[in-house]
Nanobody, 119 residues
Framework: EVQLVESGGGLVQAGGSLRLSCAYSELTFDNRAIAWFRQAPGKERERVSC????????DYAASVKGRFTISRDNAKNTVYLQMNSLKSEDTAVYLC????????????WGQGTQVTVSS
């Protein structure tokens, strides 16, 4: 059974940092592109960042570019999202999702982890 488990969320002050992790299991190699999404109350789900299975392709939403960094450790089956200079508008549930490419990284989903940034 495919599983994606997010961790690392929490409460942080504006300007602070958090590192989220997405640990995955039972993903076939051709479904290991991993994207981070976020869902804030009353807002549409936003794709924040994505990394291809090889790590050769990375993209970011304009709202986080320069502040967030995505990376992966394939030996640990884990993708990370380093979030710096956090703002109150970054408050959301962060979910990771997997698929065959960054365009299709929504086939499998984790349960999410809450990030709350206090101003």
């Amino acid at each position: 059974e495919v599983q994606l488990v997010e961790s690392g969320g929490g409460l942080v002050q504006a300007g602070g940092s958090l590192r989220l992790s997405c640990a995955y299991s039972e993903l076939t190699f051709d479904n290991r592109a991993i994207a981070w999404f976020r869902q804030a109350p009353g807002k549409e789900r936003e794709r924040v960042s994505c990394i291809s299975s090889s790590g050769n392709h990375i993209d970011y939403a304009a709202s986080v570019k320069g502040r967030f960094t995505i990376s992966r450790d394939n030996a640990k089956n884990t993708v990370y999202l380093q979030m710096n200079s956090l703002k109150s508008e970054d408050t959301a549930v962060y979910l990771c999702a997997a698929g065959s490419s960054c365009l299709r990284a929504s086939r499998y989903w984790g349960q999410g982890t809450q990030v709350t940034v206090s101003s």
